[in-house]
């Protein structure tokens, strides 16, 4: 098998999704560095070329055109000038509002919707049941091939105007206030415990299962900054999702 066609029987099983950039295996996300591997190849081995869409002209390399979709797929695009990149994996009953953009290698599971002006960054992991809020942006981790991609757990309600950066594990259920950001460098401060949220065993950002976050802010406590009063940004758990904020976040099913 020639590197070409390795990479195209790869993109297939990413668009099928029976090949995955990460899966959980014993309660644990773990990446398949292969897979990105084997994307980050189809860059190398492309060329550019000019992909006419209508009226509109794209450039970019051979080897990632816009997915095609048909009825078969089951999931609805609705029109507006959204685009997903080959190599990425709607399952059936995902919604995704335009203009939205889902790039190589993103996993969206079923009944999951992506609202309008909403990214899905390049082999983000977003679970089942996921609200996907407008103007949200779910960062991308292409490179390194072994980082973790950005994950949003099954049941996740992300707000607008987020941001979910750099390998941010979400929790499942959890509730991402809107105007939210994560990254990498993140302190997450949990109120219902009086505590920061440690980080995983690998080092990275976790919003807990069913936690309610919103923005917040945290006080400078050293030098002149603290001495004029400056606080920095800070995202705080202010509660466990609870019967009430379950109504508030619930997805009408009559839309799907």
Known sequence: MTELEKFNETIEGLEKGTIRVAEKV?????????????????????????????????????????????????????????????????????????PAYINVGAYVDEGSMVDSHATIGSCAQVGKHVHISAATQIGGVLEPAGALPTIIGDGAFVGGNCGIYEGTIVGDGAVIASGVIITAATAIYDATKGEFVPRNEDGRVVVPENAVVVSGSKPVTKGAAAEAGVHLYCPVIVKYRDAKTAGSVQMEDLLR
Do not use: C
């Open 26 to 98: 014993d309660g644990k996300w773990v990446v398949n560095k292969w897979v990105k591997e084997t994307i980050l190849s189809g860059f190398r081995l492309g060329k550019i070329v000019d992909m006419r869409e209508g009226q509109f002209s794209f450039m970019d390399k051979d080897t990632f055109p816009v997915r095609q979709f048909s009825l078969e797929d089951k999931i609805r695009i609705v029109p507006g000038g959204s685009s997903v990149r080959r190599g990425a994996y709607l399952a059936p009953s995902v919604i995704v509002m335009p």
